[in-house]
């Protein structure tokens, strides 16, 4: 079994006690910044779009052959003694036990709980990680990981392979990426994906000012808000993501990789 990745910190040196790299630079989180920070020189926007297309080819390549997947979001700041942390290891278990991918941001917390479960029950664990100015490191759960530079090319990717989506509780990260997927599902630019919601206790003041505030506002309609489930229960959660697998209209063909391009 992997080491639990709680029980070593981060040397000062940068590098991993098993040897792998740290992730997050602060020089490419200052590249960010200067992307977001207006209008550069025509050279610099085009260097840019090729380096983001860059990234999305990339992501495409390591991510090709995962398999239908569900994304499970939530804080990196719960440690393995947290009823959370133990919810979402029983998350990654019954994923797992479903023959599906168990995607996360591939970090500490709620993301290393999940993988771990995964792993344990002998399914297979991915991890797409944002590149960050405080360092961290991939949890040792992962088959395989891969880290962005943008936010917006991550996102693309925990969606574009995922057939559920689960919310652990967590911090802005997780409403981002939660309110993405809502959106998106209500837009209809994806198809009706699940989206559950696990931590009763955490969500429901956020579920009554949807409700009693968006929905009583008319800013959005009535049974948007039957787009979410809430429950602590794994098994209502596995009985959502069934039934999303279920209503997924089946790729035209199967990918398989070719040696010729360096897939695996």
């Not at 569900?70 to 009823?83: E, I």
């Not at 993301?111 to 029950?121: D, S």
């Not at 000012?209 to 602590?232: C, K, M």
Request: glycine residues 10%.
């Amino acid at each position: 079994m992997p080491p639990d990745a709680s029980d070593h910190q981060p040397p000062a040196n940068g590098s991993a006690p098993n040897g792998t790299r740290l992730w997050g630079k602060g020089p490419a989180t200052q590249d960010v910044r200067d992307f977001l920070s207006g209008p550069l020189t025509r050279g610099s926007e085009l260097l840019r779009a090729i380096r983001i297309f860059t990234e999305f080819m990339r992501g495409f390549r390591a991510l090709h052959f995962v398999g239908p997947c569900v994304t499970v979001f939530g804080s990196a700041r719960f440690k393995d003694d947290h009823p959370y942390y133990a919810l979402g290891r029983e998350m990654g278990r019954r994923i797992a036990g479903l023959g599906l991918t168990a995607m996360t941001g591939g970090g500490p917390g709620i993301m290393e709980a999940v993988n771990r479960g995964a792993k344990e029950a002998g399914g297979r664990s991915i991890g797409c990680n944002i590149v960050l100015p405080m360092e961290q490191r991939p949890n040792p759960y992962v088959d395989r990981f891969i880290e962005f530079r943008y936010f917006f090319v991550r996102k693309v990717m925990l969606v574009k392979y995922s057939h559920a989506f689960v919310a652990l509780p967590g911090g802005f990260g997780t409403l981002d990426e939660l309110f993405e997927i809502a959106t998106l599902v209500q837009t209809r630019k994806v198809q009706h994906f699940p989206i559950v919601l696990m931590g009763v206790e955490f969500w429901t003041p956020m579920i009554n000012f949807i409700r009693e505030g968006l929905v009583r506002a008319g800013t959005i309609s009535p049974e948007d808000i039957d787009l979410i489930t809430l429950t602590d229960d794994p098994e209502v959660a596995v009985q959502k993501i069934r039934e999303g697998v279920s209503l997924q209209t089946q790729p035209k063909w199967s990918p398989k990789p070719r040696r010729i391009l360096g897939e695996r």
